[in-house]
């Protein structure tokens, strides 16, 4: 069974750092392409970050780009999201996701509560 | 930056078909997937490559995607269906739309 395990949200105040994790089991983690999702409390799916299979090749959303990190771990099965200069418009459910292709997600974590607040 | 529309909600009776409509410049040209997220819920995939089923998901969900629109079509719908549903596709990078509200009323 696949599974995506975020962990790491938290209450943060604004300009503090935070970083996310993502333990993933059930699946070859290597051989897939990973994504960042968030989603505003009320609000859409925000797509935010993607990292190649091997890492080689990561994309940001210009909302996060300068201050978001992406990077994976393919011996640990795990993927992780540093993210700086937080700001209120941070706050959303983080979801780390899977996808064998770049073109789609095939499976999705239960997601992470990131909130950005003095 | 690639933008994708979707109408905020969409109404249907329960046992009737619900379609439910994605547009996008050169919608046709590119991969159009689903996702299906209740309440409080993550996301579920339920159509990839416009039209396909992944495991699990019943086949009264369909995809199609024309032109520059892409359908969500659910037959027999049921009130276990009511759920936001999302359209996704990628464009330099990965774009969803606002998502529809689907009400079984």
């Known amino acids: 069974e696949v599974q995506l395990v975020e962990s790491g949200g938290d209450l943060v105040h604004p300009g503090g750092s935070l970083r996310l994790s993502c333990a993933a089991s059930?699946?070859?983690?290597?051989?897939?392409?990973m994504n960042w999702v968030r989603q505003a409390p009320g609000k859409g799916l925000e797509w935010i970050s993607f990292?190649?299979?091997?890492?080689?090749?990561?994309y940001y959303a210009d909302s996060v780009r300068g201050r978001f990190t992406v990077s994976r771990d393919n011996a640990r099965n795990s993927l992780f999201l540093q993210m700086n200069s937080l700001r209120a418009g941070d706050t959303a459910v983080y979801y780390c996701?899977?996808?064998?292709?770049?073109?789609?997600?095939?499976?999705w974590g239960q997601g992470t509560l990131v909130t950005v607040s003095s | 930056s690639y933008e994708l529309t979707q109408p905020p909600s969409v109404s249907v009776s329960p046992g009737q078909t619900a379609s439910i409509t994605c547009s996008g410049d050169?919608?046709?040209?590119?991969?159009v997937s689903w996702h299906q997220q209740r309440p409080g819920q993550p996301p579920v995939l339920v159509i990839y490559?416009?039209?396909k089923r992944p495991s699990g998901i019943p086949e009264r969900f369909s995809g199609s995607n024309s032109g520059n629109t892409a359908t969500l079509t659910i037959s027999e719908t049921q009130t276990f269906d009511e759920a936001d549903y999302y359209c996704?596709?990628?464009?330099?990078?990965?774009?969803f739309g606002g998502g529809t509200k689907l009400a079984v009323l």
């Open positions: 996704q596709a990628w464009d330099s990078s990965m774009v």
């Open positions: 990292i190649s299979s091997g890492g080689s090749t990561i």
């Open positions: 996701a899977s996808g064998y292709s770049s073109k789609w997600i095939d499976y």
């Open positions: 059930g699946f070859a983690f290597r051989d897939f392409e």
């Open positions: 050169r919608l046709w040209n590119k991969y």
């Open positions: 490559q416009d039209y």
